[in-house]
């Protein structure tokens, strides 16, 4: 999506070879209306799947799903992170391990929210290491429901996770994909 | 806001006195056309302000503030929590103690993202003891940033963080403000 690339290309910083910080539109600050823009394509791409429902992880989706969902007209849900086992009620469980900080999250849905007969589809802002989109797979095989794909903001293609999921029969649309981020330059697929 | 005060009687559930669940459609399953009308009331009541940054906090604000935010046409800036103090670039931080698991955030925004030029509309799911809502409220006043006021979606009304809010000048906008939860009946104010 060439909007996406080319804000990219404006303000994202390049930490290092792995690292892209995007923080300026898409996780910390927010660019509501490049949201919209986002939402429509996923829509224009999974638009005849009648998706039901999206489904993303706290924090950093939430935002780009609630908006991406008007489009959709349908709910979000998003998977909660949690340290510990004892949570309340009937959940859908994952285990996750973050590729950003090593640390081990317990991902849950509530039992009540995903039903087998949902389409769903999954909205994340960044795919590396494929953890948390994995574990979004995970809880939806468990429900029951129909995994319709899943659409991701920025896709670092260098790294082994989009292979790994679409390797499961995932259909993954990413709006920017990332080749390359070596010598503090950004190139796309 | 009549429409959220119907659903919260319809789907709303009773814990205690202290406690409701609105997790159906609010803070885990999220009806983002309900969050589109709560954004349309936000923006006639704080809408001649000239808004240009909303701040919200992780995780359950998110998708209420950037779904509001298309009202306002401007970005939204969430404000991290973190355990440790130890966090890259310079930003305003407060700490602030959960009244829903008596943990201690600190709250950080990157001083990059929020200008003494700046008028903020700070927007969140909840007020009850008043904590999340006066940690941001102190970043505000560390960025010299002007502050508009507070959208709030449900206040429980019969807790003291609200009128401790609007004691330090502070205008708080909320849209179904809770009188009592006693003998499992939601009565509003």
Redesign the interface.
Known sequence: MKLLEDRILREGVVVDDQILKV???LN??????L??EMGKEWARLFGPENVTKIITI??SG??????A??QF??????A?KAASKSIAGEVYTADVHSSANGDLHHLM??K??LRPEDKVLLIDDFLANGAALGGMVELVRQSGATLVGAGIAVEKAFLSGGQRIRDKGVRVESLAKIKSLAGGKIEFC
Do not use: L, W, Y
């Not at 939430?62 to 908006?67: K, L, M």
């Not at 007209?73 to 998003?78: E, L, Q, S, Y």
């Open positions: 923080d300026g539109f910390h600050q927010m660019d509501v209306t949201f919209v706290e924090s939430i935002g780009i799903a609630c908006v969902a008007e007209n349908c709910p979000v849900i998003f909660k849905v509530s009540q929210f």
